[in-house]
């Protein structure tokens, strides 16, 4: 089993910036990718970012030069910097791990853009 811990959402201002922490444990040498997910009221679940265990990284075109997903091994932790956030950033971000024969979420963290 994976455990992941999300921290780092809450309220910022259009063009401000967040960065989004999720600190995984547990069966971790499985982990083939970690990714970041946001579900806004309404809609559906969606990729944001995902970086695989061999440091390839994928971005959402809607967050394209604004957002950058990385990750510190020695921490077991996968990070989301956020820039230039616009109010249709605003969303619950889930962490996700990637075992490829399951997955594993994290309990969601609220992300506001609004001034």
């Known amino acids: 089993q994976v455990q992941l811990v999300e921290s780092g959402g809450g309220l910022v201002q259009p063009g401000g910036s967040l960065r989004l922490s999720c600190a995984a444990s547990g069966s971790i040498f499985s982990i083939y990718a970690m990714g970041w997910f946001r579900q806004a009221p309404g809609k559906q679940r969606e990729l944001v970012a995902v970086?695989?265990?061999?440091?390839?990284?994928n971005y959402a075109d809607s967050v394209k030069g604004r957002f950058t997903i990385s990750r510190d091994n020695a921490k077991n932790t996968v990070y989301l910097q956020m820039n230039s956030l616009k109010p249709e950033d605003t969303a619950v971000y889930y962490c996700n791990a990637d075992l490829r024969t399951m997955a594993y979420w994290g309990q969601g963290i609220q992300v506001t853009v609004s001034s």
């Open positions: 970086i695989t265990s061999g440091g390839s990284t």
